[in-house]
Each structure stands twice: as structure tokens, then as C-alpha cells.
């Protein structure tokens, strides 16, 4: 497949409002028209989207994070422009582009019994687009922000990272789920298994962790390494909350680190594994704004987000972006 979608600039125009006397960051930010665009421009910061569900399917999972990047795109797009947000510093790269394993996952049978095992097949077509994309995104010089598709796109992310800076890496995720299950085809929940696997990840960390979906192999398999962290939401009272992240942080902070944010993870947020409990929207912004003055935080994913009828996701994924950029841009 054609690893990256581009758009033009009509194109991204098309999606900005605009009103006399305000400016939108779509006025401001630069948009690739290929490759080479990311090499030379003078942007820090590199934002993609990667419109997919295959791993979430492929993990019994609701589907729909195929959606997400779009609300987020047109709501970003349509940020006002002010002291406190710039799009200077900004180059919309566009997406990976998933239309033909899209279409490949949507003409498998449900019914076949090697149903998620083919899927798993195109969600590994994923992991090499995401990965060499994320890889060099960061050998330019620049800041990857990945926006949208299950969680099984922190493999790419990790081994991305890992070969361009030329060794395994540490993650903290905030995350409801480890995504640490068991070495079987590729979906959204073992990610971070293969990243271990295959050496790409050091130090892993998962911050607001749900103890009523966490298998016990799995808890057992982080009690007993030094370089695997958890913190259970259950015991993260509200005014705790805030302390227990940084000391997670501690936890990766001392070499380069991605960070990942599962959408599971806050409260009532449409996602492919919504929950009733979890983070505020407010709390796991002001958790996003602490990891960015981190020099060595190296990439920002968000995912497993749906768009929604009776939701804002696109408002809502455009605060947690602006809020990371915006410290990141002082570190």
C-alpha cells in the first residue's frame, strides 16, 4: 500500500472556517505535499492520523476508531490562533493511508474461523507503515503526534522510535489496559507484548490501570520484572492522582520515552472500550501538559478514540493536543 495520504492545500481548506478578524491554526500550519516536505521544513512538531479499527477488530473489540482522526482534524483545524496556540511550529504530514487493508478487513467473513487471524495479517501491514513513518519522522528532526486507530499502532510507534534513535526506548501509557496479552496474532491488545518481544522497549509504565480488566497472568508477569510499572485507578485517589503520574514519569524519563494515551482511559469517552469509570478529560490534559516539559519525551499517540453523535471527540482529542504542544513547545 501507499504508505502515506497527503493532502493539498485546498483540500485542508476546505475544512477551516473562517471569520473576519480571527485566525485558525488550518490558516497557519504547513501542510506536506510529500516526503521531502518534512525534511525541510523548519516545523518541530508533525502531526498524522492513522484511520483504522482492524486491531480492535482483530481484538474482539468495537469498531470505530477508524473515525477519529477526521473529527479530530476538522476541530484542530478551526483552533483559534492566539498568544496561547500557534500553528508556526506545526506541519500536518496528513495519513497513513489504510483505504486498501480497510477494504481487505471489511471483506473478510465473520464466520471464517481464521477471522481475527487474517485480520492480524493486515494489522502487521499496519505496523510497518506506522513504524517507518514514525522512524523518519524523528531522523528529521521532528516531533511525531499520532492521532487516531486502535492500540495496536504503539508497536509501530515503539519500533519507529527505537530504530531511529538506534536502541529500545521506554513508554508510559495511560491506559485502562496493558495491552500486554499474550504473543498470538497481532491486534489491539498485545502491542507492547511484541514490543518487549522484539527488543524495541525497555521501561514500560501504565498509569490509571482498571483491575477488573487485567487478566492475572498479566499482573503476575509485572509483579515479578523491574521494567514493567502499573498504577491501579483504583487506588488513585483524586488528589493522588497527580503525584502517582510523577513518580511514574520518573519511572521512563531517564532516556527517551513515547507516550501514549488510551482513550479507554478517561471517563464516559467514546471509545472502542468505553467505561463509565476512569480519568476526567480535565485530569489526563493536565497529565499530557506534565509529560511534555520532559526533553526526553520523544512521540505523542493518542488513540482508540470514536467519534460520536453525543460527543465532542474531535473538541476533545483538538484539547489534549493543544495542551501537550503548547508546553512542549518551551522544553
Known amino acids: 500500500m501507499n504508505r502515506i495520504k497527503f493532502y493539498s492545500e485546498k ?37 498524522f492520523g492513522i484511520p483504522e479499527d482492524i486491531g480492535v477488530r482483530a481484538n474482539f473489540g468495537n ?76 531522523l528529521a528532526g521532528k516531533f511525531p503526534v499520532v492521532i487516531g486507530g486502535g492500540h495496536n499502532n504503539a508497536y509501530g510507534n515503539i519500533k519507529g522510535a527505537a530504530e531511529a534513535l538506534v536502541h529500545a526506548i521506554n513508554v508510559l501509557n495511560i491506559d485502562a489496559h496493558t ?4 504473543l498470538e496474532h497481532r491486534h489491539s491488545g498485545n502491542g507492547f507484548s511484541y514490543a518487549l518481544k522484539y527488543g524495541f522497549l525497555e521501561k514500560y509504565s501504565v498509569f490509571g490501570l482498571h483491575r477488573n480488566y487485567t487478566p492475572q497472568y498479566i499482573f503476575e508477569a509485572m509483579d515479578a520484572s523491574e521494567a514493567l510499572q502499573y498504577s491501579l485507578l483504583e487506588e488513585l485517589p483524586k488528589h493522588k492522582r497527580k503525584m502517582a503520574f510523577l513518580e511514574q514519569l520518573d519511572f521512563v524519563k531517564d532516556k527517551k520515552f513515547g507516550l501514549e494515551l488510551d482513550c479507554d482511559a478517561v471517563a464516559n469517552f467514546p471509545s472502542s472500550a468505553v467505561s463509565p469509570s476512569g480519568l476526567e ?21 493518542i488513540c482508540e478514540a470514536v467519534a460520536a453523535d453525543n460527543f465532542p471527540t474531535g473538541k476533545a482529542l483538538s484539547y489534549l493536543v493543544t495542551d501537550f504542544l503548547k508546553e512542549k513547545a518551551h522544553a
Open 179 to 182: 495491552d500486554l496479552r499474550r
Open 11 to 47: 483540500q485542508v481548506s476546505k475544512l477551516i472556517s473562517t471569520r473576519q478578524g480571527e485566525t485558525r491554526l488550518g490558516e497557519k500550519i504547513k501542510v506536506a505535499t510529500s516526503f521531502e516536505d518534512v525534511q525541510k521544513s523548519g516545523a518541530r512538531f508533525v502531526i
Open 63 to 138: 469498531p470505530g476508531t477508524s473515525n477519529a482522526w477526521q473529527a479530530f482534524l476538522k476541530t484542530f483545524l478551526n483552533v483559534q490562533e492566539n498568544q496561547f496556540n500557534s500553528g508556526e511550529n506545526i506541519l500536518l504530514l496528513g495519513e497513513i493511508n489504510t483505504s486498501e487493508v480497510m477494504q481487505k478487513a471489511g471483506n473478510i467473513d465473520v464466520s471464517d474461523p481464521n477471522y481475527v487471524q487474517k485480520l492480524g495479517d493486515l494489522v502487521e501491514q499496519l505496523d510497518s507503515a506506522v513504524s517507518e513513518l514514525v522512524k523518519n519522522v524523528i
Open 281 to 301: 478529560l480535565d485530569e489526563a490534559r493536565e497529565l499530557l501538559r506534565e509529560a511534555a516539559k520532559e526533553l526526553n519525551c520523544c512521540y505523542l499517540h
